[in-house]
T-cell receptor, first 113, second 112 residues
Framework: ETGVTQSPTHLIKTRGQQVTLRCSSQSGHNTVSWYQQALGQGPQFIFQYYREEENGRGNFPPRFSGLQFPNYSSELNVNALELDDSALYLC????????????FGPGTRLTVT | GQSLEQPSEVTAVEGAIVQINCTYQTSGFYGLSWYQQHDGGAPTFLSYNALDGLEETGRFSSFLSRSDSYGYLLLQELQMKDSASYFCAVRGTGAGSYQLTFGKGTKLSVIP
């Protein structure tokens, strides 16, 4: 157990809808990263938040957006859902943005139909 | 950009030793990490190498050769619970240095 929690565990949405996924970081961690993991693939970096500011972004379109709150919990929002957005979404918290060790939550399994 | 190559599957016998290789191509390099992920579970951090050489943590060791852009994870005294996917990951330098890029993973099956 890493102390990182995510909600919901599973979610089914329809193409075109919007979704919000939530992450609660490990206590004392000020950095959160979000990843998309397709079946049989490695996690793919979406973006990172450090002290409530976006600190880096991977190759994902603007319809993927995020927030980090003063208590360092975080949200991932995806607009205009597409079938290819079906994946496991993982958040990972770390002590600081330069820390190499990341603590992953259990993920949210999103299915888009 | 960054890319990593690792074998897709490895099978080994309980009690044996197995090595999972990882080669990478990066525009900059800050370190190589290894993560373990059981089916349906979250990735968990195993090790990190920033400098050349071997890092040992219990039954697991990780090696890095920056000149060869190559690393490996060594698992000794394999146990059934080691059956999982193993990912190598790199951080680059400069813009995107906080981005962790993962390989596609190696599925390790430990058989009796």
């Amino acid at each position: 157990e890493t102390g990182v929690t995510q909600s919901p565990t599973h979610l089914i949405k329809t193409r075109g809808q919007q979704v919000t996924l939530r992450c609660s970081s490990q206590s004392g961690h000020n950095t959160v990263s979000w990843y998309q993991q397709a079946l049989g693939q490695g996690p793919q970096f979406i973006f990172q938040y450090y002290r409530e500011e976006e600190n880096g972004r991977g190759n994902f379109p603007p319809r993927f957006s995020g927030l980090q709150f003063p208590n360092y919990s975080s949200e991932l929002n995806v607009n205009a859902l597409e079938l290819d957005d079906s994946a496991l979404y993982l958040c990972a918290s770390s002590l600081d943005r330069g820390t190499y060790e990341q603590y992953f939550g259990p993920g949210t399994r999103l299915t888009v139909t | 950009g960054q890319s990593l190559e690792q074998p897709s599957e490895v099978t080994a016998v309980e009690g044996a030793i197995v090595q999972i290789n990882c080669t990478y191509q990066t525009s900059g390099f800050y370190g190589l990490s290894w993560y373990q992920q059981h089916d349906g579970g979250a990735p968990t951090f195993l090790s990190y190498n920033a400098l050349d050489g071997l890092e040992e943590t219990g039954r697991f060791s990780s090696f890095l050769s920056r000149s060869d852009s190559y690393g490996y994870l060594l698992l000794q005294e394999l146990q059934m619970k080691d059956s999982a996917s193993y990912f190598c990951a790199v951080r680059g330098t400069g813009a995107g240095s906080y981005q962790l890029t993962f390989g596609k993973g190696t599925k390790l099956s430990v058989i009796p």
